[in-house]
């Protein structure tokens, strides 16, 4: 099973980047998805999730600027990110939810420029 985050890049606060997560050895749209951060010096958090059934929710930090959204046909998980604030600095990374650790990719550096 790979996971592969990409998209990332640096970017202006305010500024946006869409995210996405190409799957093989796993079908994305039978598992639970999430989209998971981490900021240097801190420890990794979800962000925003997807059920089988396509229920999201995110994290109150990035409600209303987040959107993670299934591409069943191309087998990905994007995550549509608006409104970006230097706080949104962090390599992001997908796995199912709950996370499986053997899952982790080396996920895509996300860096927002204040």
């Known amino acids: 099973v790979q996971l592969q985050a990409f998209g990332g890049g640096l970017v202006q606060a305010g500024g946006f980047l869409r995210l996405s997560c190409a799957a093989s050895?796993?079908?994305?749209?039978?598992?639970?998805m999430g989209w998971y951060r981490q900021a240097p010096g801190k420890q990794r958090e979800l962000v925003a999730s997807i059920t089988r059934r396509g229920t999201t929710n995110y994290a109150d930090s990035v409600k209303s600027r987040f959107t993670i959204a299934r591409d069943n046909a191309k087998n990905t998980v994007n995550l549509q990110m608006n409104s970006l604030k230097a706080e949104d600095t962090a390599v992001y990374y997908c796995?199912?939810?709950?996370?499986?650790?053997?899952?982790w990719g080396q996920g895509t550096l996300v860096t927002v420029s204040s």
């Open positions: 050895g796993i079908f994305a749209s039978f598992n639970d």
């Open positions: 796995n199912t939810l709950p996370p499986n650790r053997h899952y």
